[in-house]
């Protein structure tokens, strides 16, 4: 009898340890399984991370064309890019008008003013003066001037041009080639129509080829408050 119980004492330990071993192989499976759903989910996560990185780096990067894109197709940049920045001093000029009278600059100090470089050859100013008229008949009488810097270098078209539109405001002309005059260069013109806003301070306040520009700063200025 001694030895059986010995015996079953035996088997007893025995197969408490196989329990436990078993037991503890369960917890090292549940564990292992719990820690690579973990690392799974990690890298589930980091991989939806990289894409969403990689997603906003491209949709930024196409943003990024697009804009350069339109600043290509903008004709301010492409025709205006050598045109005087906001903020710099209009150089100052002296010419004459249709009556050999001298206009200058700075007679107009104090007052906004709308530098209209165009000539009657001109097929795009031409297309433009009635803007330049609406302008001129909207925003005068509140007291901004408007000027007409023609390139021709023949008076009796210029002259022509001038009755043909009906242009009311001031008009001046050095009569020569206009890349051989002195204010295509001080102005750097490269592009006609070409506007130029100074304001009473004599500074540029806006430089474009576009007169819907012109009209957006105008009516920015005296009708937003």
Aim: charged share 25%; proline share 3%.
């Amino acid at each position: 009898m001694k030895g059986f119980s010995h015996f079953y004492c035996f088997v007893a330990v025995i197969y408490s340890l196989l329990i436990f071993c078993s037991a503890a192989n369960a917890q090292q499976q549940n564990k292992s399984q719990g820690q690579q759903a973990k690392e799974q989910q990690q890298t589930k996560e980091q991989q939806q991370t990289k894409a969403q990185e990689q997603q906003a780096k491209e949709q930024q990067q196409t943003k990024a064309q697009q804009q350069a894109k339109e600043q290509q197709q903008d004709p301010d940049v492409q025709y205006g890019a050598q045109l005087l920045k906001a903020g710099s001093v209009a150089p100052e000029f002296r010419l004459k008008g249709l009556d050999g009278k001298e206009l200058a600059l700075s007679d107009f100090r104090g007052k906004y003013v709308v530098l209209d470089f165009w000539a009657s050859w001109c097929g795009d100013c031409r297309r433009d003066i009635p803007n330049i008229k609406a302008l001129y008949e909207k925003y005068s009488p509140k007291g901004v001037e408007f000027v007409g810097v023609s390139f021709d270098d023949n008076a009796e078209r210029w002259q022509n041009a001038i009755k043909e539109f009906g242009l009311k405001y001031h008009q001046v002309s050095e009569l020569k080639k206009w890349k051989t005059t002195d204010i295509y260069a001080a102005y750097g013109i490269k592009w006609i129509p070409t506007i130029y806003i100074i304001g009473p301070d004599g500074k540029v306040k806006l430089a474009t080829v576009l007169s819907e520009r012109a009209e957006q700063f105008l009516h920015n200025l005296y009708y937003v408050k």
